[in-house]
Protein backbone atom coordinates (compact mmCIF):
# COMPACT_ATOMS: atom_id res chain seq x y z
CA UNK A 1 0.00 0.00 0.00
CA UNK A 2 1.70 3.34 -0.62
CA UNK A 3 1.56 6.13 1.79
CA UNK A 4 0.70 9.35 -0.02
CA UNK A 5 -1.43 9.75 2.40
CA UNK A 6 1.13 9.87 5.54
CA UNK A 7 3.84 11.81 3.27
CA UNK A 8 0.86 14.82 2.18
CA UNK A 9 0.23 14.86 6.17
CA UNK A 10 3.63 15.04 7.39
CA UNK A 11 4.78 18.04 4.56
CA UNK A 12 1.41 19.96 5.08
CA UNK A 13 2.12 19.69 9.29
CA UNK A 14 5.76 20.38 9.42
CA UNK A 15 6.15 23.03 7.03
CA UNK A 16 2.95 24.65 8.21
CA UNK A 17 4.55 24.60 12.14
CA UNK A 18 7.30 26.14 10.36
CA UNK A 19 5.77 28.86 8.76
CA UNK A 20 3.71 29.23 11.67
CA UNK A 21 6.36 29.59 14.01
CA UNK A 22 8.57 32.25 11.38
CA UNK A 23 5.48 34.14 10.74
CA UNK A 24 4.56 34.75 14.60
CA UNK A 25 8.48 35.65 15.49
CA UNK A 26 8.60 37.94 12.65
CA UNK A 27 5.28 39.76 13.84
CA UNK A 28 5.79 39.71 17.10
CA UNK A 29 9.75 41.49 16.49
CA UNK A 30 7.93 43.70 13.91
CA UNK A 31 4.68 44.47 16.10
CA UNK A 32 7.14 45.12 19.46
CA UNK A 33 9.30 47.44 17.48
CA UNK A 34 6.30 49.44 16.08
CA UNK A 35 4.63 49.89 20.08
CA UNK A 36 8.66 51.25 21.16
CA UNK A 37 8.30 54.13 19.33
CA UNK A 38 6.84 57.21 20.92
CA UNK A 39 3.01 58.59 19.07
CA UNK A 40 4.04 60.79 16.75
CA UNK A 41 1.59 63.36 18.50
CA UNK A 42 3.22 62.90 21.47
CA UNK A 43 7.11 63.20 20.07
CA UNK A 44 5.70 66.64 18.32
CA UNK A 45 4.43 67.68 21.59
CA UNK A 46 8.06 67.01 23.39
CA UNK A 47 9.76 68.85 20.60
CA UNK A 48 6.67 71.77 21.18
CA UNK A 49 7.82 71.86 25.20
CA UNK A 50 11.88 72.10 23.70
CA UNK A 51 11.20 75.03 21.69
CA UNK A 52 9.03 76.87 24.27
CA UNK A 53 11.88 76.10 26.82
CA UNK A 54 14.40 77.20 24.56
CA UNK A 55 12.69 80.34 23.85
CA UNK A 56 12.60 81.51 27.29
CA UNK A 57 16.44 80.17 28.22
CA UNK A 58 17.18 82.39 25.29
CA UNK A 59 15.29 85.27 26.41
CA UNK A 60 17.53 85.02 29.51
CA UNK A 61 14.51 85.15 31.64
CA UNK A 62 15.57 82.50 34.36
CA UNK A 63 12.80 83.11 36.59
CA UNK A 64 9.94 82.43 33.75
CA UNK A 65 11.45 79.15 32.65
CA UNK A 66 11.54 77.82 35.93
CA UNK A 67 8.35 78.89 36.57
CA UNK A 68 7.14 77.59 33.16
CA UNK A 69 9.43 74.31 34.44
CA UNK A 70 7.19 73.34 37.50
CA UNK A 71 3.84 74.38 35.80
CA UNK A 72 4.67 71.20 33.54
CA UNK A 73 6.23 69.00 36.41
CA UNK A 74 2.76 69.44 37.99
CA UNK A 75 0.57 69.41 35.07
CA UNK A 76 2.24 65.98 33.76
CA UNK A 77 3.86 64.58 37.23
CA UNK A 78 6.96 64.41 36.16
CA UNK A 79 10.43 65.83 36.01
CA UNK A 80 11.58 68.17 33.91
CA UNK A 81 15.41 70.51 34.17
CA UNK A 82 16.99 71.90 31.61
CA UNK A 83 20.77 70.99 31.47
CA UNK A 84 23.90 72.95 29.70
CA UNK A 85 26.73 70.68 28.82
CA UNK A 86 30.38 71.87 27.92
CA UNK A 87 32.73 69.20 25.33
CA UNK A 88 35.95 69.52 27.48
CA UNK A 89 38.96 68.46 24.79
CA UNK A 90 41.50 65.75 26.26
CA UNK A 91 43.36 64.61 23.31
CA UNK A 92 43.77 64.10 19.27
CA UNK A 93 42.46 66.54 16.97
CA UNK A 94 40.18 69.66 17.70
CA UNK A 95 37.54 70.35 14.89
CA UNK A 96 33.33 69.00 14.47
CA UNK A 97 32.40 70.99 17.48
CA UNK A 98 29.32 72.45 15.20
CA UNK A 99 28.46 68.69 15.41
CA UNK A 100 28.02 67.99 19.24
CA UNK A 101 24.11 69.22 19.49
CA UNK A 102 22.92 66.59 21.96
CA UNK A 103 25.04 64.96 25.02
CA UNK A 104 22.69 61.96 25.30
CA UNK A 105 21.74 62.62 28.35
CA UNK A 106 18.37 61.36 27.56
CA UNK A 107 16.59 59.00 24.94
CA UNK A 108 15.73 61.32 21.37
CA UNK A 109 12.31 61.68 20.83
CA UNK A 110 12.78 59.26 17.90
CA UNK A 111 14.83 56.58 19.58
CA UNK A 112 12.65 53.43 20.68
CA UNK A 113 11.71 52.48 24.34
CA UNK A 114 12.38 49.51 25.44
CA UNK A 115 8.86 48.01 26.57
CA UNK A 116 10.46 45.61 28.92
CA UNK A 117 11.59 48.48 31.37
CA UNK A 118 9.62 49.35 34.64
CA UNK A 119 10.97 53.12 34.87
CA UNK A 120 9.75 55.49 32.21
CA UNK A 121 13.03 57.12 30.25
CA UNK A 122 14.14 60.27 30.37
CA UNK A 123 13.76 62.19 27.05
CA UNK A 124 16.43 64.76 25.75
CA UNK A 125 15.36 67.43 23.27
CA UNK A 126 18.42 69.37 22.38
CA UNK A 127 18.18 73.01 21.75
CA UNK A 128 19.73 74.62 18.56
CA UNK A 129 22.05 76.23 20.45
CA UNK A 130 24.33 76.58 23.75
CA UNK A 131 24.83 73.08 24.03
CA UNK A 132 21.65 73.07 25.85
CA UNK A 133 19.01 70.66 26.34
CA UNK A 134 15.51 69.86 27.81
CA UNK A 135 15.30 66.76 29.74
CA UNK A 136 11.96 65.28 30.87
CA UNK A 137 10.66 61.99 32.39
CA UNK A 138 8.57 60.88 29.90
CA UNK A 139 5.11 60.98 31.16
CA UNK A 140 3.14 57.65 31.66
CA UNK A 141 0.27 58.92 29.36
CA UNK A 142 3.06 58.96 26.76
CA UNK A 143 4.52 55.61 27.87
CA UNK A 144 3.91 53.43 24.49
CA UNK A 145 3.59 49.50 24.58
CA UNK A 146 0.71 49.63 27.07
CA UNK A 147 -1.18 46.99 25.44
CA UNK A 148 1.86 45.00 24.44
CA UNK A 149 1.52 41.98 27.04
CA UNK A 150 -1.80 41.54 25.51
CA UNK A 151 -0.89 41.96 22.33
CA UNK A 152 2.15 39.69 22.89
CA UNK A 153 -0.37 37.20 24.84
CA UNK A 154 -2.77 36.80 20.83
CA UNK A 155 -0.08 36.66 18.91
CA UNK A 156 1.71 33.70 20.87
CA UNK A 157 -1.15 32.28 21.61
CA UNK A 158 -4.59 32.90 20.90
CA UNK A 159 -3.12 33.77 17.20
CA UNK A 160 -1.10 30.15 16.69
CA UNK A 161 -4.24 28.38 18.43
CA UNK A 162 -6.77 29.99 15.30
CA UNK A 163 -4.49 28.79 12.42
CA UNK A 164 -3.71 25.57 14.17
CA UNK A 165 -7.77 24.84 14.64
CA UNK A 166 -8.14 26.07 10.54
CA UNK A 167 -5.15 23.76 9.68
CA UNK A 168 -7.18 21.42 12.09
CA UNK A 169 -10.31 21.64 9.96
CA UNK A 170 -8.68 21.34 6.83
CA UNK A 171 -6.84 18.66 7.39
CA UNK A 172 -10.51 17.36 9.01
CA UNK A 173 -11.95 17.98 5.98
CA UNK A 174 -9.61 16.14 3.59
CA UNK A 175 -9.79 13.45 5.25
CA UNK A 176 -13.70 12.98 6.57
CA UNK A 177 -14.77 14.14 3.04
CA UNK A 178 -13.95 10.61 1.76
CA UNK A 179 -14.77 8.99 4.68
CA UNK A 180 -18.34 10.13 4.38
CA UNK A 181 -18.24 9.52 1.41
CA UNK A 182 -18.09 5.68 2.47
CA UNK A 183 -20.07 6.11 5.16
CA UNK A 184 -23.13 7.18 3.13
CA UNK A 185 -22.33 4.12 0.80
CA UNK A 186 -22.05 1.86 3.73
CA UNK A 187 -25.81 2.88 4.66
CA UNK A 188 -27.13 3.02 0.83
CA UNK A 189 -25.82 -0.85 0.65
CA UNK A 190 -27.40 -1.40 4.29
CA UNK A 191 -30.36 -0.51 2.90
CA UNK A 192 -30.63 -2.83 0.05
CA UNK A 193 -29.04 -0.86 -2.81
CA UNK A 194 -25.89 -3.21 -3.50
CA UNK A 195 -24.93 -1.31 -6.98
CA UNK A 196 -23.66 1.56 -4.94
CA UNK A 197 -19.70 1.92 -5.27
CA UNK A 198 -17.90 4.80 -3.68
CA UNK A 199 -14.11 5.12 -5.61
CA UNK A 200 -15.21 7.21 -8.37
CA UNK A 201 -16.93 9.73 -6.05
CA UNK A 202 -13.13 10.70 -4.65
CA UNK A 203 -12.42 11.73 -8.25
CA UNK A 204 -8.53 11.63 -8.89
CA UNK A 205 -7.38 11.35 -5.43
CA UNK A 206 -4.80 8.29 -5.00
CA UNK A 207 -3.97 7.72 -1.40
CA UNK A 208 -4.93 4.94 1.45
CA UNK A 209 -8.26 6.33 1.79
CA UNK A 210 -9.15 5.93 -1.92
CA UNK A 211 -7.23 2.40 -1.79
CA UNK A 212 -10.07 1.85 1.20
CA UNK A 213 -12.71 2.63 -1.06
CA UNK A 214 -11.59 0.69 -4.33
CA UNK A 215 -11.17 -1.97 -1.13
CA UNK A 216 -15.12 -1.28 -0.20
CA UNK A 217 -16.80 -1.73 -4.11
CA UNK A 218 -14.94 -4.92 -4.45
CA UNK A 219 -16.49 -5.98 -0.93
CA UNK A 220 -20.09 -4.29 -2.22
CA UNK A 221 -19.41 -6.36 -5.67
CA UNK A 222 -18.69 -9.60 -4.39
CA UNK A 223 -21.14 -9.57 -1.23
CA UNK A 224 -23.97 -8.03 -3.48
CA UNK A 225 -23.33 -10.87 -6.51
CA UNK A 226 -23.80 -13.37 -3.17
CA UNK A 227 -27.00 -11.74 -1.61
CA UNK A 228 -28.69 -11.14 -5.53
CA UNK A 229 -28.02 -14.87 -5.69
CA UNK A 230 -29.01 -15.78 -2.08
CA UNK A 231 -32.46 -14.26 -3.01
CA UNK A 232 -32.53 -16.27 -5.47
CA UNK A 233 -31.83 -19.18 -4.49
CA UNK A 234 -34.84 -18.53 -1.71
CA UNK A 235 -37.17 -17.35 -4.75
CA UNK A 236 -36.48 -21.15 -6.39
CA UNK A 237 -36.62 -23.08 -3.15
CA UNK A 238 -40.08 -21.06 -2.31
CA UNK A 239 -41.36 -22.39 -5.50
CA UNK A 240 -40.22 -25.79 -5.42
CA UNK A 241 -40.29 -26.81 -1.98
CA UNK A 242 -44.11 -25.51 -1.80
CA UNK A 243 -45.54 -27.45 -5.25
CA UNK A 244 -44.31 -31.09 -4.09
CA UNK A 245 -45.35 -30.42 -0.55
CA UNK A 246 -49.01 -29.11 -1.91
CA UNK A 247 -49.43 -32.29 -4.21
CA UNK A 248 -48.13 -34.58 -1.09
CA UNK A 249 -50.93 -33.10 0.85
CA UNK A 250 -53.14 -33.89 -1.87
CA UNK A 251 -51.81 -37.23 -1.96
CA UNK A 252 -52.17 -38.15 2.14
CA UNK A 253 -55.58 -36.07 2.13
CA UNK A 254 -56.76 -38.86 -0.45
CA UNK A 255 -55.04 -41.80 1.87
CA UNK A 256 -56.42 -40.26 4.92
CA UNK A 257 -60.06 -40.36 3.51
CA UNK A 258 -59.38 -43.70 2.58
CA UNK A 259 -57.47 -45.03 5.41
CA UNK A 260 -58.82 -43.12 8.38
CA UNK A 261 -57.61 -45.87 10.85
CA UNK A 262 -54.16 -46.27 9.56
CA UNK A 263 -51.89 -45.19 11.94
CA UNK A 264 -49.19 -44.61 9.72
CA UNK A 265 -51.04 -42.42 7.03
CA UNK A 266 -52.27 -40.20 10.70
CA UNK A 267 -48.19 -40.17 11.15
CA UNK A 268 -47.55 -38.99 7.67
CA UNK A 269 -49.96 -36.53 8.04
CA UNK A 270 -48.56 -35.32 11.25
CA UNK A 271 -45.17 -35.17 9.98
CA UNK A 272 -46.24 -33.78 6.24
CA UNK A 273 -47.73 -30.72 8.55
CA UNK A 274 -44.45 -30.62 10.72
CA UNK A 275 -42.26 -30.35 7.32
CA UNK A 276 -44.61 -27.75 5.41
CA UNK A 277 -44.63 -25.28 8.86
CA UNK A 278 -40.63 -26.07 8.71
CA UNK A 279 -40.31 -25.02 5.60
CA UNK A 280 -42.33 -21.72 5.83
CA UNK A 281 -40.95 -20.99 8.70
CA UNK A 282 -37.54 -20.97 7.21
CA UNK A 283 -38.45 -19.24 4.02
CA UNK A 284 -39.91 -16.44 6.08
CA UNK A 285 -36.74 -16.20 8.27
CA UNK A 286 -34.49 -15.96 5.62
CA UNK A 287 -36.37 -13.41 3.83
CA UNK A 288 -36.57 -11.29 6.97
CA UNK A 289 -33.03 -11.63 7.47
CA UNK A 290 -32.05 -10.93 4.06
CA UNK A 291 -34.95 -8.30 3.36
CA UNK A 292 -34.69 -6.35 6.56
CA UNK A 293 -38.17 -5.14 5.16
CA UNK A 294 -39.63 -2.10 6.88
CA UNK A 295 -43.30 -2.63 6.32
CA UNK A 296 -45.31 -0.06 8.74
CA UNK A 297 -47.70 0.58 6.53
CA UNK A 298 -50.83 0.13 8.56
CA UNK A 299 -53.07 1.31 11.60
CA UNK A 300 -53.79 -0.91 14.14
CA UNK A 301 -55.50 -1.67 17.46
CA UNK A 302 -53.23 -3.75 19.63
CA UNK A 303 -56.29 -4.78 22.12
CA UNK A 304 -58.32 -6.33 19.57
CA UNK A 305 -55.19 -8.19 17.91
CA UNK A 306 -54.54 -9.63 21.15
CA UNK A 307 -57.78 -10.12 21.96
CA UNK A 308 -57.89 -12.56 18.66
CA UNK A 309 -54.51 -14.07 19.25
CA UNK A 310 -55.58 -15.10 23.19
CA UNK A 311 -59.00 -16.31 21.94
CA UNK A 312 -56.68 -18.72 19.06
CA UNK A 313 -54.90 -19.80 22.24
CA UNK A 314 -57.06 -20.63 24.53
CA UNK A 315 -58.58 -22.92 22.10
CA UNK A 316 -55.35 -24.45 20.80
CA UNK A 317 -54.31 -25.22 24.88
CA UNK A 318 -57.29 -25.54 26.37
CA UNK A 319 -56.05 -26.81 29.97
CA UNK A 320 -54.09 -23.59 30.16
CA UNK A 321 -55.51 -20.35 31.18
CA UNK A 322 -54.85 -17.26 29.53
CA UNK A 323 -54.61 -13.67 32.43
CA UNK A 324 -54.93 -10.62 30.38
CA UNK A 325 -54.81 -7.21 32.20
CA UNK A 326 -55.47 -4.98 29.06
CA UNK A 327 -56.66 -1.47 28.30
CA UNK A 328 -60.08 -0.34 26.71
CA UNK A 329 -57.73 0.28 23.25
CA UNK A 330 -53.73 0.89 22.20
CA UNK A 331 -53.92 2.06 18.63
CA UNK A 332 -50.76 2.09 17.04
CA UNK A 333 -49.51 4.12 13.99
CA UNK A 334 -47.20 3.14 10.54
CA UNK A 335 -47.37 -0.44 11.73
CA UNK A 336 -48.13 -4.35 10.01
CA UNK A 337 -50.90 -6.00 11.10
CA UNK A 338 -49.50 -9.46 9.93
CA UNK A 339 -46.05 -9.10 11.29
CA UNK A 340 -47.05 -7.77 14.86
CA UNK A 341 -49.99 -10.59 15.08
CA UNK A 342 -47.74 -13.23 13.80
CA UNK A 343 -44.98 -12.31 16.31
CA UNK A 344 -47.31 -12.22 19.16
CA UNK A 345 -48.55 -15.32 18.11
CA UNK A 346 -45.68 -16.94 18.15
CA UNK A 347 -44.65 -15.38 21.82
CA UNK A 348 -47.53 -16.37 22.90
CA UNK A 349 -47.73 -20.26 21.65
CA UNK A 350 -44.09 -20.59 22.85
CA UNK A 351 -45.58 -19.69 26.66
CA UNK A 352 -48.41 -21.61 26.52
CA UNK A 353 -46.17 -24.48 25.42
CA UNK A 354 -43.63 -24.65 28.41
CA UNK A 355 -46.31 -23.84 30.63
CA UNK A 356 -47.54 -26.60 32.84
CA UNK A 357 -51.02 -27.79 32.57
CA UNK A 358 -53.68 -26.04 34.72
CA UNK A 359 -51.01 -22.97 34.70
CA UNK A 360 -51.70 -19.66 33.61
CA UNK A 361 -49.85 -17.62 30.92
CA UNK A 362 -50.45 -13.60 31.72
CA UNK A 363 -50.40 -10.92 29.14
CA UNK A 364 -50.16 -7.50 29.88
CA UNK A 365 -49.92 -4.42 28.29
CA UNK A 366 -49.12 -0.92 29.17
CA UNK A 367 -49.07 2.34 27.69
CA UNK A 368 -45.68 4.21 28.27
CA UNK A 369 -46.30 8.11 27.50
CA UNK A 370 -46.85 8.83 23.83
CA UNK A 371 -44.41 6.95 21.69
CA UNK A 372 -44.43 3.38 22.46
CA UNK A 373 -46.36 0.69 24.08
CA UNK A 374 -45.19 -2.32 26.37
CA UNK A 375 -46.63 -6.07 26.43
CA UNK A 376 -45.28 -8.45 28.83
CA UNK A 377 -46.15 -12.21 28.10
CA UNK A 378 -45.00 -14.14 31.29
CA UNK A 379 -45.39 -18.28 31.28
CA UNK A 380 -45.62 -20.24 34.85
CA UNK A 381 -42.45 -22.70 33.03
CA UNK A 382 -39.13 -23.41 34.26
CA UNK A 383 -37.64 -20.65 32.71
CA UNK A 384 -34.17 -20.27 30.97
CA UNK A 385 -30.67 -20.56 32.78
CA UNK A 386 -29.11 -16.90 32.52
CA UNK A 387 -26.56 -17.44 29.99
CA UNK A 388 -29.11 -18.51 27.39
CA UNK A 389 -31.37 -15.80 27.24
CA UNK A 390 -30.20 -14.53 24.50
CA UNK A 391 -29.50 -17.81 22.49
CA UNK A 392 -33.45 -18.27 22.44
CA UNK A 393 -34.02 -15.80 19.87
CA UNK A 394 -31.38 -17.70 17.73
CA UNK A 395 -32.72 -20.11 14.73
CA UNK A 396 -33.21 -23.88 15.87
CA UNK A 397 -32.01 -23.30 19.08
CA UNK A 398 -34.01 -25.07 21.82
CA UNK A 399 -32.79 -25.69 25.54
CA UNK A 400 -33.64 -28.97 25.86
CA UNK A 401 -31.69 -29.01 29.01
CA UNK A 402 -34.34 -26.61 30.85
CA UNK A 403 -37.67 -26.46 29.06
CA UNK A 404 -39.08 -29.66 28.12
CA UNK A 405 -42.10 -29.97 25.60
CA UNK A 406 -44.14 -33.10 24.50
CA UNK A 407 -44.61 -31.45 21.11
CA UNK A 408 -43.11 -30.89 18.05
CA UNK A 409 -40.86 -27.36 18.17
CA UNK A 410 -38.16 -26.48 15.27
CA UNK A 411 -36.49 -23.74 17.70
CA UNK A 412 -37.38 -20.83 15.05
CA UNK A 413 -40.97 -19.31 17.09
CA UNK A 414 -38.99 -17.00 18.22
CA UNK A 415 -36.21 -16.05 16.18
CA UNK A 416 -39.49 -15.09 13.25
CA UNK A 417 -40.84 -13.52 16.20
CA UNK A 418 -37.33 -11.11 16.85
CA UNK A 419 -37.31 -10.34 13.09
CA UNK A 420 -40.76 -9.83 12.47
CA UNK A 421 -40.91 -7.33 15.21
CA UNK A 422 -37.44 -5.48 14.29
CA UNK A 423 -39.49 -4.62 10.84
CA UNK A 424 -41.67 -2.57 12.55
CA UNK A 425 -39.25 -0.74 15.19
CA UNK A 426 -40.32 -3.10 17.90
CA UNK A 427 -37.98 -5.01 19.95
CA UNK A 428 -38.26 -8.01 22.43
CA UNK A 429 -36.27 -8.78 25.44
CA UNK A 430 -36.32 -12.11 27.81
CA UNK A 431 -35.44 -12.10 31.26
CA UNK A 432 -36.13 -14.76 33.82
CA UNK A 433 -39.46 -13.90 36.63
CA UNK A 434 -38.80 -13.93 40.47
CA UNK A 435 -41.53 -16.24 40.65
CA UNK A 436 -40.80 -18.54 37.86
CA UNK A 437 -41.33 -19.04 34.53
CA UNK A 438 -40.13 -16.68 31.69
CA UNK A 439 -40.93 -13.08 30.81
CA UNK A 440 -41.23 -11.97 27.13
CA UNK A 441 -41.10 -7.91 27.37
CA UNK A 442 -42.09 -6.08 23.54
CA UNK A 443 -41.44 -2.77 23.32
CA UNK A 444 -43.65 -1.16 19.87
CA UNK A 445 -43.18 2.47 19.02
CA UNK A 446 -46.78 3.94 18.66
CA UNK A 447 -45.57 5.31 15.62
CA UNK A 448 -43.32 3.17 13.65
CA UNK A 449 -40.54 5.60 11.39
CA UNK A 450 -38.08 4.20 8.93
CA UNK A 451 -35.21 5.73 10.15
CA UNK A 452 -35.13 3.52 13.83
CA UNK A 453 -32.29 0.91 13.47
CA UNK A 454 -33.36 -2.84 14.31
CA UNK A 455 -31.88 -4.00 17.63
Known sequence: MNRKLLWKLCLLITSGIVAL????????????????????????????????????????DKAGLEQWLKALQEREDTWATVTQYEVTHIAGERGNEHRYIGYNLGRDVDWKV?????????????????????????????????????????????????????????????????????????????????????????????????????????M???????????????????????????????????AGTRYSDDRNIRRIQRESAHIRRLVEDTLTLAWLDNEQPSIGTEDLDLVDLIDVIVEDARFEFPNRTICTHLPDSAKIRKSNHQAVGQALENILRNAMRYTPAGQAVHVLLEK????QVIIDIEDSGPGVPEALLDNIFKPFFRADQSRTSKSKNFGLGLALARRQLNSVGATIRASNRSAGGLSMRVTLPTQFSECLEPS
Open 21 to 60: FYLINSLTIRTEEQMSLLDPSHRQELKQWGKKAEMRFLSG
Open 114 to 218: HLYFEDNPVMEIPFTTERTSLLILLPDRMRPGGYWQTTRLMMQILLPMGILALVSLMLYRHIMHPLRKLEQATREFSRGNFDVRVHHQLGSRDDEISELAKTFDQ
Open 220 to 254: ATRIGEQIVNQRQLIADLSHELRTPLTRLDIAIEG
Open 368 to 371: TGKD
